[in-house]
């Protein structure tokens, strides 16, 4: 059973940090690439940052380029994002995603990301 559970979210001030987890089990992660999604209420669902299955290359929406990164540790089968100069319009659930052969896709719960004062 392909589990993916998110963690690390919180309540950080504007231009904090914090660093979200997301543990994969049920399937042979080194195989697939990782994605993180957010999704605001009212608004469809944003691809925040990718990477491949070795972690040998990485993508980013614009919105989050040169603040956050996303890495990998396929020994702990874990997806990381690490996320820098946090504004307030970061608030919103964050996502992991796995997309697997056949076009089945997996998501985690979600983690609640607040950027506040």
């Known amino acids: 059973q392909v589990q993916l559970v998110e963690s690390g979210g919180g309540l950080v001030q504007p231009g904090g940090s914090l660093r979200l987890s997301c543990a994969a089990s049920g399937f042979r992660f080194s195989r697939y690439a990782m994605n993180w999604y957010r999704q605001a209420p009212g608004k469809e669902r944003e691809l925040v940052a990718a990477v491949t299955s070795v972690g040998d290359s990485t993508n980013y929406a614009d919105s989050v380029k040169g603040r956050f990164t996303i890495s990998r540790d396929n020994a702990k089968k874990t997806v990381y994002l690490q996320m820098n100069s946090l504004n307030p319009e970061d608030t919103t659930v964050y996502y992991c995603?796995?997309?697997?052969?056949?076009?089945?896709?997996?998501w985690g719960q979600g983690t609640q990301v607040t950027v506040s004062s």
């Open positions: 995603n796995c997309d697997q052969t056949g076009g089945i896709s997996y």
